[in-house]
């Protein structure tokens, strides 16, 4: 059986405790390993299920005939799109989703609400001087994984991108004219490339925590003056990335970003007979953003949207948000917020 047991943080550069991130249910058995990819030794979770789900279901159950009405979890597993009766009342699907319609129609202006699984992937990998951070290569106490958190600092050196799959942004971290370069790579296996530019001041900060899978949270900032010297591309505070992946709501990760999310439930699936034990309730989330002064913003699962948060022009997208019920598999939550 798999157990989640979460340490106090280990900071690199810091000395504040890294906020703990809650939850492995106990007596939780692992799930097949087509459900959630595999870790490689270079950058974490494979992106083997960064395609949509195969199969669509209707944007709004609601609005579909009782007999037309399909389902897929985009997982592969015993969902053929038949739909049974409940005996409580209700539709079922075949994994025992219920279709209960309670949900408003949707607003004409609004984006399309879908029941519907998502499954893109998020991790990165860090490359130091001293050695690598990732996944494989967390810090250990007696054998068990400790949660990682650092900061760092420095130059844009260079920034490549893999349309659909990575961005690779290079840092020199040196802090004076006199010392060699202190370079610092951040591979990001990601659906959302996205671009820094070079000469930029910038600060990185990272999470890396275990679980059945590692959790990730990454934040890439522009920094208007950097070791007394004022930033040749802009002077303007601002952020170029938010990565998070396996948290329903980073909020303490969030804070020096003005932005708070947060999960809020569809109403897709309301039974929960046979789960393992879990923080939500089983359904389809969307997330929910907000910052002062800003409208806040619905972002449904698998869609990017456009934000003004700060006066800065950003694209918010939503990888997947949802609970399964399903032992050991409660990571799936993942967004990312591209700045303009």
């Not at 893999?162 to 020199?172: F, K, M, P, R």
Request: proline content about 8%; charged content about 15%.
């Amino acid at each position: 059986m798999a157990h989640r047991t979460l340490l106090p943080g280990v900071f690199v550069m810091l000395s504040a405790c890294s906020p703990a991130y809650n939850t492995s249910p106990d007596g939780a058995a692992p799930i097949d390993a087509s459900d959630v990819g595999a870790l490689d030794a270079e950058a974490g979770a494979d992106l083997r299920d960064v395609s949509s789900p195969d199969t669509a279901a209707p944007s709004n159950p609601t609005d579909a005939p009782v007999d037309s009405v399909s389902w897929s979890d985009g997982d592969g597993g015993g969902n053929d799109g038949h739909v049974a009766s409940d005996p409580e009342g209700g539709l079922l699907d075949s994994d025992a989703h219920v279709l209960d319609g309670d949900a408003a129609p949707l607003d004409g202006d609004a984006p399309p609400l879908s029941c519907e699984w998502t499954h893109e992937r998020l991790s990165f990998a860090v490359t130091l001087p001293g050695g690598i951070h990732d996944c494989p290569r967390l810090p250990t106490d007696g054998g068990r994984q400790l949660a990682m958190h650092e900061l760092l600092s420095g130059v844009v050196r260079a920034n490549t991108t893999h349309a659909g799959t990575s961005s690779v942004l290079t840092i020199d971290t040196c802090v004076s004219d006199g010392c060699g370069a202190q370079i610092a790579t951040i591979d990001v296996k990601t659906p959302t490339p996205f671009t820094v530019p070079v000469g930029a001041y910038v600060e990185a900060e990272y999470w890396i925590e275990p679980s059945f899978m590692c959790t990730y949270f990454l934040r890439i900032s522009n920094l208007p003056e950097w070791n007394g010297r004022k930033n040749p591309i802009s002077d303007v505070a601002k952020t170029y990335l938010v990565a998070s992946d396996g948290f329903s709501a980073p909020t303490s990760k969030m804070a020096s970003t003005g932005i708070a999310v947060s999960p809020t439930r569809l109403g897709c699936a309301t039974r929960d007979g046979g789960s393992c034990g879990t923080q939500v309730p089983l359904d389809s989330y969307t997330f929910e953003f907000s910052a002062s002064g800003s409208p806040a913003l619905t972002v449904p699962m698998g869609q990017s949207l456009p934000w003004v948060v700060s006066g800065q022009n950003v694209i918010v997208r939503n990888h997947r948000s949802y609970e399964s019920g399903k032992c050991d598999d409660y990571w799936n939550w993942a967004f990312t917020i591209l700045g303009q």
